[in-house]
């Protein structure tokens, strides 16, 4: 019954994790905004989309960016 017990993995990226929560349309619009860093800095886009209703840092967006949160380990 237990055969092959293994620990969900949690992945904790706000990026990953608000990209989840949003419609699948919003999705795309916001992992395309994310990886645009010619027309989005960390802070636009954290101050764009916090008008849109999505809260977000900058520094959350920026550790993706690096590849430095827990999507990347």
Known sequence: MLEG???IRQVRCK???TAKQLAEK???IFLSAIEDTEKWSDKGLSVALS???VKISNEAIGRHRRQLC???R
């Open 5 to 7: 017990l293994e620990p």
């Open 15 to 17: 990026v990953k994790n």
């Open 26 to 28: 919003d999705s795309k």
């Open 51 to 53: 008008g849109k209703g």
């Open 70 to 72: 827990a999507c990347y």
